[in-house]
């Protein structure tokens, strides 16, 4: 089972990387880690992530997370709080 579930992971993976872009992989691994929603409808991600921890997860750089995640800020999607990162609403497909 331990086997089978890793060689799914890599599927997953390798398959993200070929056909989701840096803000689909950013979005899909902020919702996968997303608790559910609270009384004011914002989910929290429960782990703490650096920019870099998420860049090293999706395959991209630092700065290109840190870019996206400001533009998310400012439209009012995301927002950091004391290292979590809360999503406010639902975020968009595109970007």
Same mark, same amino acid.
């Given at each position: 089972?331990?086997?089978?579930?890793? #060689?799914?992971?890599?599927?997953?993976?390798?398959?993200?990387?070929?056909? !989701?872009?840096?803000?689909?992989?950013?979005?899909?691994?902020?919702?996968?880690?997303?608790?559910?929603?609270? #009384?004011?409808? #914002?989910?929290?991600?429960?782990?703490?992530?650096?920019?870099?921890?998420?860049?090293?997860?999706?395959?991209?750089?630092?700065?290109?997370?840190?870019?996206?995640?400001?533009?998310?800020?400012?439209?009012?999607?995301?927002?950091?709080?004391?290292?979590?990162?809360?999503?406010?609403?639902? !975020?968009?497909?595109?970007?």
């Amino acid at each position: 089972a331990r086997v089978i579930r890793r #060689a799914r992971m890599a599927t997953t993976n390798a398959r993200n990387m070929a056909l !989701l872009d840096v803000y689909g992989r950013v979005v899909q691994l902020l919702e996968s880690l997303a608790e559910p929603a609270q #009384a004011d409808g #914002a989910r929290v991600v429960g782990e703490r992530l650096t920019h870099g921890d998420i860049a090293a997860r999706v395959g991209c750089s630092r700065e290109m997370v840190s870019r996206l995640l400001k533009d998310l800020e400012r439209g009012g999607y995301v927002e950091a709080q004391r290292g979590t990162i809360v999503i406010r609403r639902a !975020l968009p497909a595109r970007w």
